[in-house]
C-alpha cells in the first residue's frame, strides 16, 4: 500500500487494516448498497423467557406491577427493493409486518441482544437483524440458569429501602390471553406481502390480529368451537382463488418466545405512532435535537426500550438516551487528514476511520467502516436491478435525491453483521464518505473539557431530571391517539407511574490497616481518601531504591513532585527513599528508550518517567520496555499533571500508593470470613493494532485477604480458543495458591465481565465446563465452585424515594420484582456518584455447587468492590474484573504482546 497521495482524494490499494489484509476481488464484487438484503422477510426477535416462568400479563386490577426492558425490542427498517450491486437481493419485506416471519410453531428463540434492562440485551426482544428470513431459532439462546435446588434468590440482610425503577408495567384486562394460529394458503404462495394482503381482505371478520406472513396473533378465539377457519380470496394478480386456512396453535404462555415477540410488535408500533425515528437500534426525536454548532454536534434526544417477562409480570424498560450526531463527513475528516498528514494520507485515513460507525442521514441507517477501497470511485458502474449499467453518481441522484460532488473520492467498505451473514447477506456494502456523517466522539473531542461539559449538560441527567423526562414518555404515550387506540384494541395499557418496590441497603464496610487502622465511610460516599492523611497501610514495600527519567522542559516540576512524594511516605508508613534522577537529552521516544536500558541495568525497585502527555507514543514506548524487554515495576506521569500546583499533594499520595501496589504491598484490606477460597476475575479487549483478536486477561487472589493477585494475559481470536487459554491460566493460579498457602482452595468463585447475552449458552455448556474439568484435573474434584456473569453496561436505572428521586446509596441491593425468573440475578449499587444517575451492575450466578445462601454472595460481591488499589472507594465491578480490565487494557491497547511473566505476581499494570 502506498502512503503517497495521488492528486485528489487518493486511489489504490488499502490493506483492511480491520482484518489486517487486504480484501479480495471476490469481495470487492459481491458489493450491496446501503440498507440491501437478500429476499426475505426480516425476522424479529432476541430470545425466550425458557418454560415455566413468570405470570404473564399484569391483570389490570393490580396497582403497582413492573417492567424491564433493555435497549433492544423491535427495530426493523422499512421496505427496500434490490439494490446497485446486489448479490442475490430482491424486495426486503416492510418491517411492521416481518417481525415474525418464518418463526416455528412452539417456544423457539433467536441470537441477539435483548433486553431486561440489563443493557446487555437479555431480554426477547425483538431488535434490528435478529433473525431475518425463516429459520428456527435456537431454543438454548435464553437458557435457564438458575439452578433447579434453588429456593429463594433473595436476600435479607440490610436496611430496607423504597426504590423506584425506570420500568414501566404492562396492564391487561382480567383473564387477557394470547392466541397462536398458524395460516395455511393454497396455491402456496411464497410472497410475504401477497400472503397478507390476502389475509387482511378479512380484518373486518378477523378483528385485531398481528399477521407475520406464517403465524397470525390475537387475544380472542376466531371460532368458538377451536375448528380451523377457512376463508377465500381472491388474488388481483390472475384472478386466482385462494383457500385460506387457519389453525389454532395453542394459547401462548408467557414463558414462550413468541409472547415476548407479540409485546415488541406492539411496543414498536407505539415508538413509531410518537413520530420517532429509528437510527441504529433505538428511536430518536429530530425535531428536538440539540445543536452545539461550535463543536459540529448535534444530540438527538431518544428512547432505549425493550419489553419481557420479570419476575412477575411483563414489563417495558425505558432508559433516556442521545444520539451524538456529528455535522462532518467522513471526507471532510479525509480532507483534515490530507492537510496533515500528506506523507502517509492513506495510513493516517485508515487510522482514523476503520472501526468506526458513521450514519447515512439519507435512510437514518448506522454502518462500521472495515475498509476503504481506494481503487473504486462514485463515477464507477454497476448493474442496476434492470439489468442496465448505471454510476453510483446516478444511483444516489435518482434514489435519494443526493448530489455527490466529489467523483474521485474513495469508497467505504462495510462488511455485513454476523446476524446479516446468518440471514445469508455475504457482500460488503459500498458506501460514499460525503454522504456519511461520523457518530461518537473522537479521542481529541473527549479530552475538549468544553464540548464535554456543553455535552453533559444534556446527557447527563441526575435522577430528578430523568424520572420527569421517563413521566414524559408515560405522557407522550397517554396523550398520543394512535398508541392508545393501537393498545385498546388489545385490551391492554401501559402502567403511567414507574414501578416501585422494596429493597436492601448493605452495611458500609470497615476499611483496615495495619495494626489499629481503620476507617469507616458513610453510605452516600463510599469514599476513603481522607484517611490517607495518616495511614499505615496493611502492608508496605519500601522504596529505598527507585530513578526518575524526565525531559528537561519538565526538570523542576519533576524535582517539586519527588520533594513531595518525600513529604507524603511516613504518612503512609512507607520509608520512600531520594530517587536518582536521569535527565534526558530531548523528549523523543527514542531517547526515552535509550535512557531505560540505562537506567533499568542499575536495578532500581521501580523506575518512574515523566512523558509529555497521555496522547503520543511515549506511554507506549516506556511500557514495551519495562513489561515486555526488561520486566521491572513502572510508573509513568504526565508533564501536563505535574505543571498543576493545585491538588498534587494528593496525587503525590495516590502515586506512592500505586507504587507500593506495584512493589507488592497491600494499601488496605475489609474483612471477609471466607476461608481457603480464591476469587478469580476474567475480563476481556480488542487489540488495537491487531483487529482480529481480543485480549483475555485472567487475574485470581492468592491469599486469605483477597488483597495479592496473580496476573495473566494471552491472546485469542475466537470463543473457543479463549477457552483453551483461559483454562491454562486458572491452573497457573492454582499452582500458585498452592505454594503460597499450602494447600488448594476449597473454594473457586469466578466473576466474569465481558459476556453478552447471546453468548451465555457457550459459557454455560463450553466454558464452565472446561473450567471444571480443569479443577478435576488439579485433583479438585470436590471443589465448591461459583461462576458469575458480570454485566455492567446495562439500560436498568435505580431512584431512590426521599420526595424528590435521588441516586441509591452505596450498597443498594435488588433481587425481585425486575429480575429475571429464569436466572439467579441480583443488581447491585456499589460505587458513589456525584453526577448524573448511578449505574447498577448485574450480576447474574449461572453455577453455583458453594452452598452460599444468596445474602453470601451479595455481600461478597459487595465486600470485593473495596479491593481496587488504584481508587480510594468502591468501584463498580469486584476488584478482580477491574483488575482484569486494566490488565487486558494495557495489553490490547500498548504492548500488543503477552507482559513478562515475571511480572505476574505484581499490579504493575495500575
Not at 20 to 34: G, K, Y
Not at 270 to 291: I, T
Not at 376 to 388: A, V
Amino acid at each position: 500500500m502506498s502512503d503517497n497521495p495521488p492528486p485528489s482524494i487518493p486511489t489504490g490499494r488499502a490493506r483492511g487494516r480491520a482484518r489486517a489484509r487486504a480484501r479480495t476481488q471476490e469481495e470487492l464484487d459481491a458489493v450491496r448498497m446501503p440498507g440491501q438484503l437478500p429476499f426475505m422477510s426480516q425476522g424479529r426477535g432476541r430470545g425466550v423467557t425458557p418454560e415455566g416462568r413468570g405470570r404473564g400479563v399484569t391483570p389490570e386490577r393490580v396497582i403497582d406491577p413492573e417492567v424491564p426492558t433493555g435497549r433492544a425490542y423491535h427495530r426493523g427498517g422499512s421496505a427496500t427493493t434490490a439494490q446497485p450491486g446486489s448479490s442475490g437481493a430482491g424486495s426486503a419485506e416492510s418491517a411492521a409486518s416481518e417481525k415474525m416471519a418464518g418463526l416455528a410453531i412452539g417456544s423457539s428463540n433467536s441470537n441477539g441482544n435483548g433486553g431486561n434492562g440489563n443493557g446487555n440485551g437479555s431480554a426477547p426482544s425483538v431488535g434490528r437483524g435478529a433473525t431475518r428470513g425463516r429459520r428456527d431459532r435456537a431454543t438454548e439462546y435464553l437458557p435457564r440458569t438458575r439452578p433447579d435446588n434453588l429456593v429463594s434468590k433473595k436476600g435479607s440482610g440490610g436496611e430496607e429501602i423504597t426504590i423506584t425503577a425506570n420500568f414501566f408495567a404492562l396492564v391487561a384486562k382480567p383473564n387477557w390471553r394470547l392466541m397462536l394460529y398458524r395460516v395455511d394458503m393454497v396455491p402456496e404462495i411464497d410472497n410475504t406481502k401477497v400472503r397478507k394482503g390476502l389475509l387482511y381482505v378479512h380484518k373486518d371478520r378477523l378483528g385485531s390480529v398481528i399477521f407475520d406472513g406464517t403465524v397470525l396473533y390475537t387475544d380472542s378465539t376466531l371460532t368458538p368451537d377451536q375448528k380451523p377457519l377457512v376463508l377465500n380470496s381472491k388474488r388481483e394478480s390472475d384472478g386466482q382463488v385462494v383457500v385460506i386456512t387457519i389453525r389454532l396453535v395453542e394459547e401462548i404462555q408467557p414463558s414462550d418466545y413468541h409472547y415476548t415477540v407479540f409485546f415488541n410488535i406492539v411496543l414498536r408500533r407505539c415508538m413509531e405512532g410518537m413520530k420517532m425515528q429509528l437510527v441504529g437500534r433505538n428511536y430518536y426525536d429530530p425535531s428536538a435535537k440539540v445543536a452545539l454548532k461550535q463543536f459540529k454536534l448535534e444530540l438527538w434526544p431518544g428512547y432505549e426500550t425493550s419489553i419481557r417477562q420479570h419476575e412477575n409480570s411483563v414489563l417495558l424498560c425505558c432508559e433516556v438516551s442521545h444520539k451524538i450526531l456529528r455535522t462532518d463527513t467522513v471526507l471532510e475528516q479525509m480532507q483534515e487528514v490530507f492537510k496533515t498528514n500528506k506523507a502517509n494520507f492513506r495510513s493516517g485515513c485508515e487510522k482514523i476511520l476503520l472501526g468506526c460507525i458513521v450514519l447515512t442521514r439519507y435512510n437514518n441507517k448506522t454502518y462500521r467502516i472495515d475498509d476503504i477501497s481506494w481503487e473504486k470511485h462514485p463515477t464507477d458502474s454497476f448493474e442496476s436491478s434492470k439489468g442496465t449499467p448505471m454510476t453510483f453518481i446516478e444511483y444516489y441522484e435518482g434514489k435519494y435525491n443526493r448530489t455527490i460532488r466529489d467523483g474521485q473520492q474513495p469508497l467505504l467498505v462495510s462488511m455485513p453483521t454476523l446476524r446479516e451473514k446468518r440471514s445469508g447477506v455475504n457482500g460488503p456494502v459500498l458506501l460514499i464518505p460525503e454522504l456519511c456523517f461520523m457518530t461518537g466522539l473522537s479521542d481529541e473531542q473527549r479530552a475538549n473539557f468544553n464540548l464535554m461539559k456543553a455535552m453533559g449538560d444534556y446527557t447527563r441527567q441526575d435522577p430528578a431530571k430523568r424520572t420527569q423526562t421517563l413521566a414524559g414518555f408515560s405522557k407522550r404515550i397517554k396523550d398520543t391517539p394512535e398508541i392508545q387506540e393501537e393498545l385498546k384494541n388489545w385490551n391492554l395499557r401501559f402502567a403511567e407511574e414507574l414501578v416501585k418496590f422494596r429493597a436492601r441497603i448493605l452495611a458500609p464496610e470497615a476499611i483496615l490497616g495495619a495494626g489499629s487502622a481503620k476507617f469507616t465511610y458513610s453510605h452516600d460516599n463510599a469514599d476513603w481518601g481522607g484517611a490517607f492523611r495518616n495511614w499505615k497501610q496493611w502492608s508496605v514495600v519500601n522504596c529505598s531504591k527507585w530513578a526518575v527519567v524526565y525531559a528537561p522542559r519538565d526538570a523542576t516540576a519533576t524535582q517539586e513532585f519527588i520533594n513531595m512524594m518525600l513529604k507524603v511516605g511516613p504518612s503512609l508508613g512507607m520509608i520512600i527513599g531520594k530517587p536518582k534522577v536521569f535527565e534526558l537529552l530531548d523528549n523523543r521516544p527514542v531517547t526515552y528508550i535509550q535512557t531505560l536500558d540505562r537506567v533499568i541495568d542499575m536495578k532500581p525497585a521501580i523506575v518512574m518517567v515523566v512523558i509529555p502527555n497521555n496522547k503520543g507514543d511515549h506511554y507506549a514506548v516506556v511500557k514495551k520496555k519495562c513489561c515486555l524487554e526488561k520486566p521491572i515495576p513502572s510508573q509513568c506521569m504526565t508533564a501536563t499533571v505535574l505543571g498543576k500546583p493545585k491538588g498534587l499533594m494528593s496525587v503525590a499520595t495516590k502515586v506512592a500508593l500505586q507504587m507500593n501496589c506495584k512493589l507488592g504491598g497491600e494499601p488496605w484490606a475489609v474483612k471477609i470470613p471466607l476461608k481457603n477460597t480464591m476469587v478469580i476475575g476474567y475480563d476481556t479487549y480488542h487489540d488495537s493494532l491487531h483487529k482480529d483478536k481480543s485480549v483475555g486477561a485472567v487475574v485470581a487472589s492468592i491469599n486469605a485477604t483477597f488483597t495479592k493477585f496473580i496476573s495473566m494475559a494471552d491472546f485469542h481470536s475466537n470463543q473457543s480458543e479463549m477457552t483453551d487459554k483461559m483454562c491454562p491460566a486458572i491452573a497457573k493460579a492454582l499452582r500458585k495458591y498452592n505454594s503460597v498457602n499450602g494447600c488448594l482452595p476449597e473454594r473457586v468463585i469466578m466473576y466474569r465481565d465481558g459476556v453478552g447475552d447471546g453468548q451465555i449458552p457457550y459459557v454455560v455448556e463450553h466454558e464452565v465446563a472446561a473450567i471444571t474439568k480443569c479443577f478435576n484435573e488439579a485433583g479438585m474434584d470436590e471443589v465448591k465452585f461459583t461462576y458469575i456473569i458480570v454485566s455492567k453496561r446495562i439500560n436498568t436505572r435505580l431512584f431512590r424515594n426521599n420526595g424528590k428521586p435521588t441516586n441509591p446509596p452505596s450498597g443498594t441491593v435488588v433481587d425481585d420484582v425486575i429480575t429475571l425468573p429464569e436466572r439467579y440475578d441480583f443488581f447491585l449499587v456499589s460505587q458513589s456518584v456525584r453526577q448524573g444517575t448511578v449505574n447498577p451492575t448485574s450480576y447474574n450466578v449461572v453455577k453455583d455447587t458453594s452452598g452460599l445462601r444468596p445474602d453470601h454472595i451479595q455481600s461478597l460481591t459487595y465486600k470485593l468492590t473495596h479491593l481496587y488499589y488504584n481508587w480510594p472507594g468502591t468501584v463498580r465491578v469486584p476488584a478482580v474484573c477491574q483488575y482484569a480490565h486494566k490488565l487486558a487494557l494495557l495489553v490490547g491497547d500498548s504492548l500488543h504482546k503477552m507482559p513478562a511473566e515475571g511480572l505476574g505476581d505484581l499490579l504493575y499494570y495500575l
